[in-house]
Antibody, heavy 119, light 110 residues
């Protein structure tokens, strides 16, 4: 069975940093792109970033380079480093497996981890 | 402000057919496949329909997707109480070089 589980969320002060992790199992991790998608309270889904199996990165321009996606294929894990956090970054952050590159094709999702940016 | 446009809410009674629309432009829906995600209360989204009209494994045939030009829709027939959820449409956007989502439609079964 494919499983994804996120960790690393919590309360962060404005301007602070945090690294989210998404551990996976049940599929050949290194050949699939992985994405981070967030959902602010009561809002819709917002794509954050994608890292392909070959190392190509795509990120939402609105983040202005504050977030960095990376992966460790030896640990079947994808990460999201978030810097200079703002209140509007408060959201549930989901990692998702991308079935087909350059499509909105997210066939498996984790349960999400909540990041709250507040003083 | 989401790139794709969905109605914020929809409703129907058990057994009815409801349809949820998703509108985009030529950079996204007009060129790329549309995907639909179902998000039950308090849970993560789940892929419901892929490549415009293909149902994911285990999804009942009461759910059907379609696409025409720069718009798409998700139809649910024989509405059941367990269909009450948020539904999100998504597509790749060639101009933004990333996937874009609709704002989500909250479906209420009356």
């Amino acid at each position: 069975d494919v499983q994804l589980w996120e960790s690393g969320g919590g309360f962060i002060q404005p301007g602070g940093s945090v690294r989210l992790s998404c551990a996976t199992s049940g599929f050949t991790f290194n050949i699939y792109a992985m994405s981070w998608i967030r959902q602010a309270p009561g809002k819709g889904l917002e794509w954050v970033s994608t890292l392909s199996g070959r190392g190509t990165t795509y990120s939402a321009a609105s983040l202005k380079g504050r977030f960095t996606i990376s992966r460790d294929n030896s640990k079947n894990t994808v990460y999201l480093e978030m810097n200079n956090l703002r209140g509007e970054d408060t959201a549930i952050y989901y990692c998702a497996k991308v079935r087909v590159d350059q499509q909105a094709d997210f066939d498996y999702w984790g349960q999400g981890t909540l990041v709250t940016v507040s003083s | 402000q989401s790139v794709l446009t969905q109605p914020p809410s929809a409703s129907g009674t058990p057994g009815q057919r409801v349809s949820i629309s998703c509108s985009g432009n030529n950079s996204n829906i007009g060129t790329y496949h549309v995907y639909w995600y179902q998000q039950l209360p308090g849970t993560a989204p789940k892929l419901l329909v892929y490549r415009n009209n293909q149902r994911s494994s285990g999804v009942p045939d009461r759910f059907s997707g379609s696409k025409s030009g720069t718009s798409a829709s998700l139809a649910i027939s024989g509405l059941r109480s367990e269909d009450e959820a948020d539904y999100h449409c998504a597509a790749w956007d060639g101009s933004l070089n990333g996937p874009v989502f609709g704002g989500g439609t909250k479906l209420t079964v009356l």
